[in-house]
């Protein structure tokens, strides 16, 4: 086997292992989110911290990577400064788990993702406006529709790797 073809296949079972485990994240948190109208915080902490540290470890240079991280976190941070100024009408966890996607992604697909989740949403909420099952007062839990950019996300690239 060639160098080339070893590291391409390293490279390839590391995106295989944060795929699996972005989709592990984001069912578990669509779950909680759609039962409760809430993430569970802790969990959701510890998944978050554990998605740094597995990019850290498995990326090898750590500085580079670093990098990289921080710039993952600012659709995240960005979202957590609206929860806080808008005193949670957009939740922390929404933040949390945009974060946990940055860190995934990297910023530039994280706010793709987040693109595809707000059309979903928007999609959703007209049609729901429209057939008078809610109103404009009504939230819905926005982690799911983050499921759907994420799923349209890899429809987009053409799979999973």
Not at 14 to 42: C, G, H, N, W
Not at 126 to 150: A, Q, Y
Request: proline share 3%.
């Amino acid at each position: 086997m060639h160098a080339a073809d070893a590291e391409d296949k390293e490279r390839k079972m590391k995106v295989e292992y944060f795929v699996a485990f972005s989709i592990l994240f984001m069912t578990i948190e669509s779950v909680f989110d759609i039962l409760y109208q809430r993430l569970p915080e802790k969990l959701t902490w510890f998944l978050f911290l554990l998605a740094v540290v597995g990019k850290l470890l498995l990326e090898g240079s750590i500085p580079g990577v670093l990098v990289e991280v921080i710039k993952g976190f600012i659709p995240g941070a960005i979202m957590l400064l609206g929860g806080k100024v808008s005193r949670e009408s957009i939740g922390y966890g929404d933040g949390v788990v945009l974060c946990f996607l940055g860190v995934i992604y990297g910023a530039k697909d994280t706010m793709e993702i987040l693109m595809y989740g707000l059309l979903a949403a928007a999609a959703v909420s007209v049609v729901l406006l429209v057939v008078r099952k809610k109103n404009k007062k009504t939230t819905l839990p926005f982690v799911p529709f983050l499921s759907i950019g994420l799923f349209f996300y890899f429809v987009r690239k053409g799979g999973f790797a």
